[in-house]
Structure formats: C-alpha cells, structure tokens
C-alpha cells in the first residue's frame, strides 16, 4: 500500500550499512557520547556549513536548549507563528517568558513580517521585553530571513530558526543551520533527516553560545560532570541513533534532490487547479510536506474523502492554529488577529511525500484529485 512517508523504502538501499554502523556500537559500547556522536556532528557541520552542530535528544529541547542559551525568561515575549507543531511555542512558557503569537504569510505558511511588526508593539504595550522570534520553516521551506534579521536587529531581539522541517534547504547563499543566531533541528523518524527514535541538534556560529549549550545538555556541567554552572537538563542523542543518522546524512543530498524532482511533478501536474506551494526565487525546500489547499469551490472533506476511498494516504498539518488551542488561546497575539493561520489550517492537506514515491503511485494520487474536482 502507497506510504505517506515510505522508511521502509529508505532503509532497504541501506541496510546493510545500518546493520554494520549498530554492530559497531553493539561492539565498542560507549552508548552515551560514543565516537558517532563526535562523527556526526562534524558531519552536520560539514553539510550545512554551520561552525558548530550539538545533538541532543529530540527537537524539542533543540529549541528549550536555544532559549536557555540565549538567557530568555520571566517578561520576555518570544514570537512565534500560530500555525505551526505545538513544540515551537510550548518551550517558550517553559522558560518563564510568553509566546506571543504571530500571522503567516498565506504564500509560503512562514511568519508574516508586518505581523512580526504589529506583534512586537502589542507585547511592548503589554510591557513586556521583545527578546526573541522563533521563525519556522514550515514544510521544509525556509522563512524570510533577511526580513527577520532585519527586524530582530532593529528590536535588539534574538532570531531562532526551527528548522525541524526544513533542514537541508537553502535560503540564498545559505544552508538552513545557518541561519539566525541559532538554528534547531528534529531527528524525529518522519522529518526530512530522521534516525530510528528521538534526536534533535542544535546549530551555531557563535563561541560563546556553542559552548554554553555543551554544558546545558548535559546538567549545565562545567569542565567535568560533577561540577555544575548553571541549570541544564540531561538532553544527549544516544550513540546509536547517531550512527544511524551518519548513514542517513551520507544520502540525505540525494534525497532532497529526489524530493524536489517528485515535488516539481505534482506542481507540474496539479498547478492549473490547486493552489500549489509557492517556492520564493533562490530558496529551496526539503518537503517535508507536500500541501495544497483545496480550491474554494471543492470541500476539503471531499477531497479528502477521495483520496481514502483510493486508499492514498494523506494528511492535516495543521487543523487547529495555536491560539485557538486550550492550552494557547490565553497567550498575547498580533491584535489584528490571526486570519491567515485560520484560513490555512480550514483548507490545507499534504500529499504523500517521501524521496522513494514512485511516477506510479504519484499519477494515482494526482488522478484521484483531478477526479474529486469535476
Ligand atoms: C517536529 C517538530 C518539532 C519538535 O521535534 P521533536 O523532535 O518531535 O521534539 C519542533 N518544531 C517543528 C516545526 C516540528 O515540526
């Protein structure tokens, strides 16, 4: 049956070398900290051209590790989008400050610049200090850092990108990794570069900042374990989802190539009726998602309901923006509301969208659709 994310397909070109990178571990031992932790972080620095990669446990604490580093707590407001996975806002509280919600851009689902503005004045009112933007790159595409660098150095704030989604992609002349003061990332099995659990890094340029998030992933520890600098908490990648994922990075350039080829052919296929994904001139997408919106005259429901009966897998990413979530909804937001978000989550849905989708199983998908129009 036709895979949303197809891992199995995955892991058959490169099982053996899965097989061998376990026994390794299985045979050295050194499961906490082991040499292909070391491997890959040098790894992912190579790839993304980031001075310096810190794995940790999940993408999660990728990001709390990212506000603690940065010194963010009690009467800072740290902006994020609305229409985003719930861990991009859900560390921001954990840290003593408040999320305050932003708008997306209804073209590429990233945060609104002008709403960013309008955000900013509205915690500033609220007296609160704007300390930092997590910006996400939702789908795999990247979001607009230039205009939030520039609005981060206006406002004195820190940027963050979470880059969970789009690791891999390129905006301009850069990787994602090396965007903002520090960049995170999941490992999570479905991300575009995912190990066999839990994983996460963490990306900067900085010193100072690379360093301190060394110590706090591992008990705020100073020169040696049992001396403590600062409160950290226990967030390292296990050695042997590392070895997993310097397998998976040695294809992963491959595989975003191959998600771009396949992504081109449902834009190809499904332009002239749906409302693709937009791509900005000189970025590219992991595709973690392929999404559309359902054309203003067609349900989603039945659209949906189409592809089940066809048994093609599809998905809602996301259905409910956070402000409207219980545990979000008492959060400042930009004043002028959050309509974009709203519209998104009532009319999105991906397609499946893996490096290993075959021309046959995408024709079957995008003929159900064109079917379900008429
Ligand atoms: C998956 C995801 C995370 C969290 O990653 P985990 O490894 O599951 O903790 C954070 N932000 C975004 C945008 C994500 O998609």
Redesign the pocket.
């Known amino acids: 049956m036709m895979q949303f994310i197809d891992l199995a397909a995955q892991q058959a070109q490169i099982r053996g070398k899965i097989d061998a990178r376990i026994t390794a571990v299985l045979d050295h031992g050194a499961y906490i900290m082991g040499p292909e932790v070391t491997e890959l972080e040098q790894a992912l620095s190579e790839f993304c051209g980031a001075k310096h990669a810190l794995t940790c446990a999940?993408?999660?604490?990728a990001?709390q590790l990212a506000l603690m580093a940065l010194e963010v707590g009690k009467g800072d407001a740290v902006f994020c989008p609305a229409f985003?996975?719930a861990?991009?806002a859900e560390v921001i509280p954990s840290t003593g400050a408040t999320p305050v919600f932003v708008d997306i851009d209804p073209a590429t689902f990233n945060i609104c610049a002008d709403s960013l503005k309008r955000a900013i004045a509205h915690a500033q009112e609220q007296n609160l200090t704007p300390a930092a933007v997590i910006a996400?790159d939702?789908f795999g595409l990247p979001a607009d850092y230039d205009a939030l660098s520039e609005i981060c150095a206006a406002s004195k704030m820190r940027l963050i990108a979470?880059s969970?989604?789009g690791f891999g992609g390129t905006y301009k002349t850069h990787r994602t990794g090396t965007l903002g003061d520090i960049a995170t990332t999941?490992?999570?099995p479905a991300?575009p570069l995912g190990c066999y659990g839990?994983?996460?890094a963490v990306f900067t340029q900085n010193e100072d900042l690379a360093d301190k998030i060394a110590s706090l992933r591992v008990h705020g520890k100073g020169r040696h374990k049992y001396d403590c600098q600062r409160i950290g908490m226990n967030s390292r990648l296990d050695t042997l989802q590392a070895a997993i994922l310097c397998e998976k990075l040695a294809i992963f350039p491959e595989e975003i190539r191959s998600r771009n080829e396949i992504a081109a052919r449902y834009t190809a296929a499904l332009g002239n009726l749906f409302c693709v994904p937009y791509v900005p001139e000189g970025l590219v997408s992991t595709w973690a998602q392929y999404t559309l919106r359902a054309p203003e005259d067609t349900p989603r429901e039945k659209l949906i309901a189409a592809l089940e009966s066809a048994q093609i897998p599809v998905g809602i990413y996301y259905p409910k923006p956070l402000h409207q979530q219980t545990a979000y909804a008492s959060f400042p937001k930009d004043p002028r509301g959050l309509r974009e978000c709203e519209i998104a989550a009532a009319t999105v849905f991906s397609l499946p969208m893996h490096p290993y989708l075959t021309d046959h199983d995408q024709d079957q998908a995008i003929e159900v659709l064109r079917d379900a129009l008429t």
Do not use: R
């Not at 999940?58 to 604490?61: K, V």
């Open positions: 999940n993408g999660t604490d990001l985003t996975f861990a991009t996400v939702l979470d969970a989604q999941s490992f999570f991300k839990d994983g996460g």
